[in-house]
């Protein structure tokens, strides 16, 4: 009997040790579950805020109808489907790691954007750099700035502030100190350029200033600065002027955009029939001593010899070839030492080799200048709305009728007041660039009467919901004939 006893005594308390490692492993289990939740919920946490970070330097996100959005690692010229923000590059879409990305896409804008990822690495310095200027005396105060800093320190994430104007700067007013800035630079008054026909060259005169070699190597900083932040420096430099940026030998052709005149003048010499010794040309050319700053002419001359002993060599049929390149060597490498202040400059910011590794003179002019052949329909499409406002809205209806009429000035001006620039972005409007990241452009539907406003730092122009069109018209030509400045609401 006191065996049977003893044996319920063990079962008993085998069932209450089993009923405790049961309760045990429920209490676990909850636990478990409830770690795994916190963890869901501080992950999601993290990759909302993760996803409304910037992405890294060099990164671009791409929404396509055709794909899944997806991430263009322009550094490595590479596309993925997983955020670089995130940790491990995990893709947050389900289902594409099944298929590949869209591949790398080799233009003109990724050729940039590649460039500009190369630069970065190379020199790039973080924080921020404040930046005051004062309107009336634009070009001084820039210049004192770069006078007396490291290049490379404009490679920080550059402030704006004009003196006397409360605006902030996120990115609209560094566009607009650079538009301002290019002009101040190309202004007779400063001396350093003259415009010959349609486009700027150096003033061969300039070389008289005192302080001369200090402002063209300004101007190469001046140009770097515009190149590495995505900025449009506003200027309609010679395609020799780039070329002479790259060290690229020029050719008769480059003459063409330099001086036409002289251009036809030997190009016929070239192409000539008849002997050219019926020309009397020697190996020496008459240079004007008076074409300077004001693109004047004048009497006085001297004679230059192309070779030694030029003026008494003369031009035949069996040396004309070398008579024409060596006119060309002169007329397109003078002021030679304000070429080199100007490259010493601007390759602070992109070394030699690599600019001329990833872009030829054409596009080097367009990274630095743009262009200003506004499409208004081009713009209409990559347009965002907001505050009400819809494509069909009938005072969005009459406001493109009314930009649709605009002529190329006023084009402009419209986008000058709104983005802050005048000149079409590299890529298109579609790669229209707000603070930090791409921004359409935008019109907002404004709570205020009166006036037309824009916030140039986020590409965005309010605009109230006018009664009347020729209201419209009127006033949103007033604003972008007559602001200026900026203001904080």
């Known amino acids: 009997m006191g065996s049977s006893q003893s044996r319920r005594t063990n079962s008993s308390n085998l069932a209450h040790r089993r009923g405790s ?147 902030l700067d996120y990115g609209g007013m560094s566009r607009e100190w650079l538009l301002e800035l290019s002009k101040e630079i190309l202004s007779p008054k400063q001396g350093l350029f003259v415009l010959r026909d349609y486009y700027y060259d150096i003033d061969i005169n300039s070389i008289e200033k005192p302080d001369f070699y200090d402002h063209f190597y300004f101007v190469g900083v001046v140009l770097g600065i515009a190149a590495y932040h995505g900025k449009i420096f506003s200027s309609r430099f010679t395609l020799i002027f780039y070329k002479r940026m790259m060290n690229l030998e020029p050719n008769i052709e480059d003459l063409k955009e330099y001086d036409e005149q002289i251009y036809n003048s030997l190009r016929y010499i070239l192409e000539m029939t008849e002997s050219v010794a019926d020309l009397d040309l020697s190996f020496a050319i008459d240079e004007d001593l008076n074409r300077g700053s004001e693109g004047g002419f004048g009497s006085k001359t001297r004679v230059v010899s192309l070779k030694e002993n030029g003026p008494e060599i003369p031009v035949v049929d069996e040396n004309k070839e070398e008579y024409v390149q060596l006119c060309v060597q002169y007329y397109l490498g003078k002021a030679s030492i304000q070429m080199e202040a100007i490259k010493n400059g601007f390759c602070q910011f992109f070394p030699q080799s690599l600019l001329n590794e990833v872009l030829t003179p054409q596009e080097l002019r367009l990274l630095i200048e743009g262009t200003t052949e506004i499409d208004p329909r081009e713009l209409r499409k990559y347009t965002d ?95 972008i004939h007559e602001t200026r400045g900026f203001d904080i609401e």
């Open 21 to 167: 490692s049961n309760s045990l492993g429920r209490m676990h289990t909850s636990q478990s579950l409830e770690d795994l939740a916190n963890q869901e919920m501080e992950r999601i946490a993290i990759e909302c805020s993760l996803a409304d970070a910037p992405l890294p330097p060099g990164w671009e996100q791409v929404s396509c109808h055709r794909h899944p959005t997806y991430f263009v690692d322009h550094l490595n010229m590479t596309t993925t489907y997983a955020d670089p923000r995130f940790p491990n590059n995990v893709s947050r879409s389900h289902g594409q790691r099944k298929s590949k990305p869209p591949p790398y896409e080799l233009n003109f804008y990724s050729k940039c954007q590649h460039l500009r990822a190369r630069a970065r690495k190379l020199c790039s310095e973080r924080g921020s750099l404040l930046i005051v200027v004062r309107r009336d005396n634009l070009f001084k105060d820039s210049f004192d700035y770069v006078y007396n800093l490291n290049a490379k320190t404009f490679t920080r994430q550059l402030s704006i502030r004009f003196e006397g104007e409360k605006g």
């Open 385 to 479: 709305y907001q505050g009400g406002y819809t494509p069909d809205t009938p005072v969005i209806l009459w406001l493109w009728d009314i930009i649709y009429n605009f002529t190329h000035k006023e084009l402009r001006l419209l986008l000058q007041f709104v983005t802050g620039t005048d000149r079409v972005p590299i890529g298109g409007f579609q790669h229209l660039y707000g603070s930090s990241d791409m921004q359409h452009f935008t019109i907002n539907k404004s709570k205020r009467q009166g006036l037309p406003s824009a916030h140039s730092c986020f590409n965005r122009l309010d605009l109230p919901e006018y009664s009347e069109k020729e209201t419209l018209r009127s006033n949103l030509k007033y604003a």
